[in-house]
């Protein structure tokens, strides 16, 4: 028969508990002991069998006066019922504060902001950006502070439908990345399953044929193109930005940020680290381009007024020129007529370029890989660029360019 533990009093702590030279302890009974430290603090200690591990098992009440008798007796006889119903007070202590945890991270707007995160290393600044707006724009206005557990597909659908009717092909990219999101919050346990996987993705998106940037190639129109641009006199770095573009294709991101650090004007070459490229494999170097005299001539006329700034073509407030400015001006100067084949956009430069020195191969006698390459474009087959990648068309895009400034310049008009 088990010995009878006296249960203790305030009165019998308060004048027995005094610290010894080693800690010991006073039994209250029921595996609840007052524990006295040499230093004189006390402890409230409880021990038990679990009955899920089938050992003995300890844990803290908290230390006496701030947990009282009467308080540590009532944990212990809530711990109790928890044992007698099979269930391990500790654990199921854990799994409460996990599941509280979890819950918390698992937050909607907390989820999306590490996955944009995550996706922060992987992306350009502006589509990161882009990215981000998107999302502040649909599904964080629409779920919140919710748990992510908590979303049903049936609300993914809504959201997608609302943004199809807007921009279809806007409502594409939005489903693609809601289910990268939901697969990132699965992996990291955010979430139990991929809801958005259970959406079939053809009924819900509206079909969107493809439609090329518009691009003028047409000589009459060309030719008032690129005359209307040299005359242009609106800011200077919209200004300068058109005409650089007219002599080196670059893609609009690459452009409006560029930086001076990218210029080498001695060995007339621009430089831009792959991170910022939009292809960033990590095997593939550097994006390098030659500059045509022409080009350097109008760099360095941009650098008459923005030396002392990180980026080449910057607004009045130092930040670097938004894509959309030089739009705007090509649509104030009258190229914004598809219809009439007078629709240019900045990213349409590329295309321009691509079109006419394709036409005049004969002329320039450059090879297409060296015409990709000046449009960063990935050359063959991943096999095949896996044995090519490191090969240097640096001398032939120069002869490409400067055949490229040479017919721009031939183009324009003269008063």
Known sequence: MPKSVKPLSDTEIKKSAKPQDKEYS????????????????????????????????????????????????????????????GIDPIDDKREVKAEVKREKESN????????????????????????????ENTALKAFGERSIDEIDHTEIITIIEVK???????????????????????????????????IHRKSTLPTVKKVNYPKIVEPTILKELITTLYRYHGHYSTKNALKFVLHVPLRASNLVTLKWSFIDFEKQ?????????????????????????EAIAILKEQYLYTSNKEYVFVTDNGAHLNQETPNRALERLGFND??????????????????????????????????????????????????TNKADYTQEMRLLLNWWSGYVLAMMEIK
């Open 108 to 135: 909607f707007a907390n989820v999306v902001k590490l996955w944009l995160d995550d996706q922060e290393r992987r992306l350009s600044g502006n589509t990161h950006k882009r990215k981000k707006a998107l999302f």
């Open 164 to 198: 199809a009717i807007q921009t279809p092909e806007t409502a594409r990219r939005l489903f693609t990345y809601l289910n990268d999101l939901w697969q990132f919050a699965c992996s990291r346990k955010y979430c139990k399953f991929n809801i958005v996987a259970n």
């Open 26 to 85: 006073l039994s209250d009974g029921d595996g609840l002991q007052l524990l006295i430290k040499p230093d004189g603090t006390k402890q409230w200690i409880f021990r038990y069998t679990s009955p899920t591990q089938n050992k003995r098992r300890k844990t803290s009440f908290g230390t006496y006066p701030s947990v009282t008798l009467a308080d540590a007796r009532a944990k212990r006889d809530e711990w109790q019922n928890l044992i007698k119903q």
């Open 269 to 293: 070459l621009l430089t831009i680290p792959r991170a910022e490229m939009k292809s960033k494999d990590k095997n593939v170097d550097d994006f390098k381009l030659p500059l045509s005299d």
């Open 338 to 387: 598809e219809l009439r084949g007078r629709r240019q956009r900045l990213h349409s430069f590329r295309g321009t370029f691509r079109s006419i020195v394709e036409t005049n191969q004969m002329a320039h006698r450059c090879s297409y890989e060296s015409r990709e390459k000046v449009l960063d474009h990935a050359i063959g087959t991943q096999t095949e660029r896996a044995y």
